[in-house]
């Protein structure tokens, strides 16, 4: 299996207060993502990093904030956590048009 | 942004094929298209993904139309086990993006 670990895998938290999923990789590969499910709408692509402190928006990106300070590490920041943001967020990892490889995901409870 | 359209659920019966198809009319020359599949509680997971000449590996092969608009993912026999949802994808740039899915119901 890729080395792709999420963090954490479960959480509840209260509306408004700030919320940061991690997902880290030991696979040293350029491309992550963040994405979101939720029923009925698939995987929707959240931000994505071409490389360290390269970030872009995807499909769905409103609320939510990025960084990647390292190659190995992807921060998802939800700044003020609201009820549409519960999900399970999934985080991927690729080399340029070969396949991806997403970790377990992150179930979020936004109460 | 990739778009891609798949029928939203099909059935098939348990050691039969299965042909999976999906429409990418906005792909572009350098795209690869990408198959996964996701099964229940759990994360997507890779299943092919090809150029343009059709591909196969331990999986499933992959029949990529000569405009490459479209493409199949062929499931030889399928098991219980497949039974998933399937998406179909190519990269748009650095963007990879996910349609709906084609939920596969294997009937015993």
């Known amino acids: 299996d890729a080395g792709i670990t999420q963090s954490p895998r479960h959480k509840v938290t209260e509306t408004g207060t700030p919320v940061t999923l991690r997902c880290h990789q030991t696979e040293n590969h350029r491309y992550m993502y963040w994405y979101r499910q939720d029923p009925g709408h698939g995987l929707r692509l959240i931000h994505y990093s071409y490389g360290v402190k390269d970030t872009d928006k995807g499909e769905v990106s409103d609320g939510y904030s990025v960084s990647r300070s390292k190659t190995e590490d992807f921060l998802l920041t939800l700044e003020s956590a609201t009820s549409s943001q519960t999900s399970v967020y999934f985080c991927?990892?690729?080399?340029?048009?070969?396949?991806?490889?997403f970790g377990q995901g992150t179930r979020l409870t936004v109460v | 942004d990739a778009k891609t359209t798949q029928p939203n659920s099909m059935e098939s019966n348990e050691e039969e094929p299965v042909h999976l198809p999906c429409n990418h009319s906005t792909i572009s020359g350098t795209d690869y298209i990408h198959w996964y599949r996701q099964l229940p509680s759990q994360g997507p997971e890779y299943v092919i993904h090809g150029l343009t000449s059709n591909v196969n590996n331990r999986m499933a092969s992959l029949a990529i139309a000569e405009d490459r608009k479209s493409s199949t993912l062929i499931l030889h026999r399928a098991t219980l086990r497949d039974a998933a949802v399937y998406y179909c994808?190519?990269?748009?740039?650095?963007?990879?993006?996910f349609g709906g899915g084609t939920r596969l119901m294997v009937k015993p």
């Open positions: 994808t190519h990269n748009a740039g650095n963007m990879l993006t």
């Open positions: 991927a990892i690729s080399v340029q048009n070969t396949e991806a490889f």
